[in-house]
């Protein structure tokens, strides 16, 4: 008898996933990854640090443990010399996502991104793209994973194969493909993002959408046809930066000062607010996209609030903002009283 899938019944009975991204850019942040390779070296040397933000995400409202692989692939380690550890940091984040998914009852993903060697007229350069992807599938399959998510893919055909790899050697495991939105309203290959998504799901996908690229603002349009083009469910992930019509994307953000590019170490000077998180989650939540998530400057306060919107209500909810209780925001006659009373027990 076949088994269930459980982030596929988890999809079915509970309608929509609440799902924490962002480790790349949390750990540079941290100082436990360099920007520009954005190799995630934390894994084999602080590796209690990854499992400790994957417990943080999971206590703001996340219901998903991603293994942190993101750019754990072959060619990006090639880039720092480091080509040799690539399996172990593979299975080792592999093991420490598992691990709090356990303890916490949450779903268990792998992952896979772009390659960075990708070229879509060059055979070669596929089969090499292939391999890579074909690797890191087989690690997660080997650990369990309940799906694996591929994303971060800026042409239709690197995300097709990625899907490709997964349909071929993740041995029925699910798959969320996700496309990274540029400030063209297509993908580098030319597909709109609707059409791409749309094929995708046709190719077998079980989620289909848009990660990375696009703040909340920007991505919302492209979302909207991507909803209306597919049938099952979709993605949305943007990063925390505020994007606008001028500036679609973080990678074109200029830094209000300077004017120079703010990507990637001055990005925080374009941090979106919390009530613009809001606000986003409470739109997608009414344009019924299922699969929720935050990626690129991502932190559990804003995840908490996007997990509250879409009906959770993780033990960091009992944190949540309360002004009423503050001297200045509150009722200022409870703490005029206060203060009085305060102040006359100490003179007697």
């Known amino acids: 008898m076949a088994t269930t899938n459980r982030f596929l019944e988890w999809l079915s009975k509970r309608r929509n996933l609440v799902v924490a991204e962002g480790y790349l850019f949390e750990f540079e942040r941290r100082g436990y990854l360099k920007a520009g390779a954005f190799v995630p070296e934390v894994v084999l040397e602080h590796p209690d640090l990854v499992k400790a933000l994957h417990e943080e995400f999971v206590h703001a409202g996340s219901d998903v443990v991603l293994a942190f692989t ?27 996502a598992k691990e709090v998914a356990i303890a916490t009852g949450t779903l268990f993903a792998g992952n896979i991104c772009n390659t960075t060697v990708y070229v879509r007229d060059d055979e070669k350069a596929k089969e090499k793209a292939k391999f890579m992807l074909k690797e890191q599938v087989e690690w997660a399959v080997e650990a369990g994973v309940d799906f694996i998510v591929a994303e971060t893919f800026d042409e239709y055909g690197e995300a097709s194969l990625a899907l490709e790899v997964i349909k071929t050697y993740g041995k029925g495991t699910p798959a ?23 094929k995708l799901e046709e190719a077998g996908a079980a989620v289909v959408g848009l990660n990375c690229g696009r703040g909340p603002e920007t991505i919302l349009p492209l979302m909207k046809e991507i909803r209306k083009a597919c049938k099952g469910p979709v993605a949305c992930l943007p990063v925390l ?5 001028q500036y679609k994307t973080m990678q074109s ?13 001055d990005l925080p000077a374009h941090f979106v607010s919390r009530t613009d998180v809001l606000k986003f989650s409470q739109e997608c939540k009414d344009l019924g996209v299922e699969y929720i998530g935050l990626c690129c400057g991502n932190s559990s306060h804003y995840m908490r609030i996007m997990a509250e919107i879409y009906g959770r209500h993780p033990p960091a909810c009992r944190f949540s903002p309360d002004m009423s209780q503050h001297y200045m925001c509150g009722d200022k006659t409870r703490f005029k009283n206060y203060h009085t009373e305060g102040l006359m027990a100490h003179k007697n």
């Not at 754990?72 to 093991?95: M, P, S, Y």
């Not at 996700?178 to 063209?184: D, E, F, P």
């Not at 953000?253 to 170490?265: A, M, N, W």
């Open 70 to 96: 993101y750019y754990a692939h072959r060619e990006k380690l090639c880039v720092i010399g480091k080509e040799d550890v690539l399996e172990t940091l593979n299975k080792k984040a592999l093991a420490i």
């Open 176 to 198: 969320v493909v996700t496309l990274s939105s540029g400030a063209r309203d297509i993908t580098f290959d030319g597909y709109s993002y609707a059409e791409a998504c749309r």
């Open 241 to 245: 930066y505020r994007t606008s019509e």
């Open 253 to 265: 953000l200029v830094d209000p000062k300077t004017g120079q590019k703010s990507f990637p170490v």
